[in-house]
């Protein structure tokens, strides 16, 4: 359906909640959501407004996490990109880790839930970053 922020209006809000999905019921928790709307009669459209950055600055267990569940989901498959990857991780340990995730992901046979509680096997030698103190420099490239 597509990527970044859902927004929903918020007379239907209500609405919405009630088809938040059981974390095994659907992998596209947001699509499945959107597409249980329509069938009420609503319908969603896409901004290019930036209202947030969405997958911006993440943990590293996220990360993960993401690209661990992304190795399940995506109909795009992420090989092509491995080489990008191993080049972009000798000097950003993002994508070290997200070399990680996608790769434990596509060797797992398991079920599969978006459940913050899972760490799908996630361990990581390099220390996690530091929280966020000062927004300041990232509320300006809302504004960029």
């Not at 498959?77 to 000097?91: D, F, G, I, Y």
Request: hydrophobic residues 35%; contains cysteine; charged residues 25%.
């Amino acid at each position: 359906m597509g990527c970044g922020p859902i927004m929903y209006n918020t007379q239907a809000f209500e609405s919405a909640i009630n088809f938040i999905p059981d974390p095994y019921q659907a992998i596209r928790p947001d699509s499945y959501i959107i597409a249980n709307m329509k069938q009420l009669g609503y319908d969603w459209i896409r901004n290019s407004k930036k209202v947030a950055f969405h997958d911006y600055f993440q943990y590293y267990r996220h990360i993960y996490k993401k690209m661990f569940i992304n190795a399940k989901k995506s109909k795009l498959n992420c090989r092509h990109l491995l080489p990008r990857w191993k080049m972009l991780a000798q000097n950003d340990s993002d994508f070290e880790i997200c070399i990680k995730g996608y790769l434990a992901g596509k060797a797992y046979n398991g079920d599969l839930a978006i459940d913050y509680s899972k760490d799908y096997g996630y361990v990581n030698e390099i220390p996690e970053k530091e929280p966020i103190t000062n927004f300041e420099e990232y509320e300006a490239l809302v504004h960029e």
